[in-house]
């Protein structure tokens, strides 16, 4: 499924405080949130009846917390808020390699979990990002091979 496209600004003043009030915080919650920064749907692509909803912060607890901002609607019709959210408890077990990936999503999410959720401008940054050198080095490369020497 692909990733929700919704983008809405943060509510600077009120993320600072959830971030710094909330229990295992950060020592320094400027250094998370700027002025004028925007987040991005995490979630899958969803309805209207879904909130939106970024990961802002992974509190340094016990009982794995993390800060979510959750928005609804656009503009002067946009409704959010700052919620400090248990972690999803699922896993994808993939038994071929025993790798685990772990839903990097709040507890009840609505929608499928993070593990099969594409980000479809992530996916097309990487197709179009060059790739590294290969072995003859790139032009101009001092580390390349002389090709004048057999």
């Given at each position: 499924?692909?990733q ?8 600077y003043?009120?993320?600072?405080l959830?971030?710094a009030t909330m229990e295992g915080?950060p020592?320094?919650?400027?250094d998370?949130?700027e002025?004028?920064?925007f987040?991005?749907?995490e ?8 909130e939106?909803?970024a ?5 340094d ?10 928005w ?10 700052l ?5 999803c408890?699922a896993?994808?077990?993939?038994l071929a390699?025993?790798?685990v990936?772990?839903?990097?999503f709040?507890?009840?999410h ?5 593990f099969?959720?594409?980000?479809p401008?992530?996916d ?11 072995s003859?080095?790139?032009?101009g490369?001092?580390d390349?091979?002389d090709?004048d020497?057999?």
């Amino acid at each position: 499924m692909l990733q929700c496209t919704a983008v809405t600004g943060i509510p600077y003043a009120e993320a600072l405080l959830a971030l710094a009030t909330m229990e295992g915080g950060p020592a320094h919650p400027s250094d998370f949130v700027e002025q004028d920064d925007f987040v991005l749907c995490e979630l899958g692509d969803h309805g209207d009846s879904a909130e939106h909803a970024a990961h802002l912060f992974v509190a340094d607890t016990p009982d794995d917390q993390e800060l979510w901002f959750r928005w609804s609607g656009e503009g002067a019709h946009r409704v959010h808020r700052l919620d400090v959210l248990p972690v999803c408890p699922a896993m994808l077990h993939v038994l071929a390699t025993g790798a685990v990936t772990p839903c990097a999503f709040f507890d009840h999410h609505p929608g499928p979990h993070s593990f099969t959720v594409t980000d479809p401008l992530g996916d097309l940054i990487a197709d179009h990002a060059p790739g590294p050198p290969d072995s003859q080095g790139y032009p101009g490369d001092p580390d390349a091979p002389d090709s004048d020497t057999p």
